[in-house]
């Protein structure tokens, strides 16, 4: 098939592409130009915010179209505008933060969403944002349209943080503060089972939102860091406090310790319904290869994960750590 892929070089991207490019697709790729295209991709160059910054994808055709935006919903709109008639299936990567933030945390695809403007030139609120551009896609492109919400991702390529984080923290070795309680469940995807099941689900023609994440308690914080540890080498000692100890001393769940939520946005984040998705195909690697493959990653390029720009850098201080490491061994 030829697959158009909108953005296509930052963290899902590359997963995406490497996926096509197995499939034996045909690879499109359009980006502002900033990064050399994918090797094996046919590069298109436009800046999506620009007033003629679709004009290279007027003279193409495609069977699948897959956007990768975040950011205001008006570029998704101009996008499947462009692609009407040009294109036999669009799927929009989007995000489980368009439900609306209720007492009762949303666990299907049919739970409430926020209220968004398929029209926004407004980027500031991401749920806002995201249900934008869903809608944007939905009323712009008259073929079947996907909506892939995505929760925590996870994996090679991570340009957020949470996972490198982890593994150079452990790498570090030495006390080191575990968030309890170990058996807490984790629900999350992998990059590449992501990008494998967008396409498994574009071939298929498939339409309408699906929640794209693990099942819920597809691994536990203790299984997560105890094999990260594990693989990097076994340098750190776990020291597992209780939640409310942790959020007493002001560490903040998400931020200061990437993963790691409490109550309600635990309950939002990590309990989604995800038998839509399985239905049509989702699979989801261990997470050990997840976190052998991430590391092996890491270490290839330095240690260094890159850090995309729009999102704040995570992880907790090491005299922040020290300190309540040391008060919690006088208890």
Do not use: C
Request: aromatic share 6%; charged share 20%; net charge negative.
């Amino acid at each position: 098939m030829k697959l158009l892929v909108l953005g296509g070089t930052g963290f899902v991207g590359p997963a995406l592409i490497d996926q096509a490019q197995k499939r034996g697709h045909h690879v499109t790729v359009l980006n502002r130009g900033h990064q050399p295209p994918p090797p094996g991709t046919t590069g298109l160059t436009g800046d999506r915010l620009s007033p003629a910054g679709l004009t290279a994808l007027t003279g193409g055709t495609w069977d699948l179209v897959i956007d990768t935006w975040s950011g205001r919903p008006s570029a998704v709109r101009d996008a499947a505008r462009t692609l009407d008639g040009r294109a036999g299936h669009y799927t929009y990567l989007s995000s489980r933060s368009v439900h609306a933030d209720t007492d009762t945390p949303a666990r299907t695809e049919d739970d409430p969403l926020v209220d968004a403007s398929p029209d926004s030139d407004d980027d500031s609120d991401y749920s806002a944002a995201k249900r934008g551009a869903e809608l944007a896609a939905e009323q712009n492109f008259t073929g079947p349209v996907l909506h892939a919400r995505a929760g925590l991702i996870l994996g090679p390529g991570e340009n957020i943080g949470r996972l490198p984080w982890w593994l150079n923290r452990l790498a570090r070795g030495g006390p080191t503060l575990a968030p309890g309680p170990k058996d807490l469940k984790l629900q999350y995807i992998d990059a590449r089972d992501l990008a494998t099941w967008m396409l498994d689900a574009a071939e298929q023609g498939a339409a309408g939102p699906y929640n794209v994440v693990s099942p819920p308690g597809h691994t536990t914080m203790a299984e997560l860091l105890e094999t990260a540890n594990e693989v990097t080498g076994n340098h750190a000692n776990l020291h597992w406090a209780d939640p409310q100890a942790i959020l007493d001393a002001g560490i903040e769940p998400w931020m200061d310790l990437p993963i790691w939520l409490t109550g309600h946005d635990y309950a939002f984040m990590h309990g989604a319904d995800v038998t839509k998705a399985q239905a049509i195909g989702l699979k989801i690697r261990p997470v050990g290869e997840t976190i052998v493959d991430t590391w092996t990653w890491l270490q290839q390029i330095g240690g260094t994960a890159p850090q995309r720009p729009d999102r704040t850098p995570v992880g907790l201080d090491e005299a922040r750590e020290a300190d309540f490491l040391q008060a919690l061994t006088k208890e």
